[in-house]
């Protein structure tokens, strides 16, 4: 059993930054280390979509709206997750959702709201 929890979201002005944290509970840092990690979003009337992942080999996928102004990163040592938002627009909006998934099933953590003022 793994919960995540986000941390992070706030109110920013376009062209700002935030970072977003996501603490994984509940699973080793072994088994931690073998998950690919997730951050999702969702903007109000819109499907949820993914920003970016990254996989337990350091490997990483954006999705076309976020790159090169989005990181992912993990800390295997500390069960936890990273999004640095830089050069934020507001279209990037949104509740954030970290997420995982096992063998069995998908976790995903409550959200952390993101909005950008322009």
């Known amino acids: 059993q793994v919960q995540l929890v986000e941390s992070g979201g706030g109110l920013v002005q376009a062209g700002g930054s935030l970072r977003l944290s996501c603490a994984a509970s509940?699973?080793?840092?072994?088994?931690?280390?073998?998950?690919?990690m997730g951050w999702y979003r969702q903007a109000p009337g819109k499907q949820r979509e993914l920003v970016a992942r990254i996989f337990s080999g350091g490997n990483t996928n954006y999705a076309d709206s976020v790159k090169g102004r989005f990181t992912i990163a993990r800390d295997n040592a500390n069960n936890t997750a990273y999004l640095q938002m830089n050069s934020l627009k507001s279209e990037d909006t949104g509740v954030y959702y970290c997420?995982?998934?096992?063998?069995?099933?998908?976790?995903w953590g409550q959200g952390t709201q993101v909005t950008v003022s322009s």
């Open positions: 997420h995982t998934r096992s063998s069995l099933r998908e976790y």
């Open positions: 509940g699973s080793s840092r072994s088994i931690f280390s073998t998950l690919a």
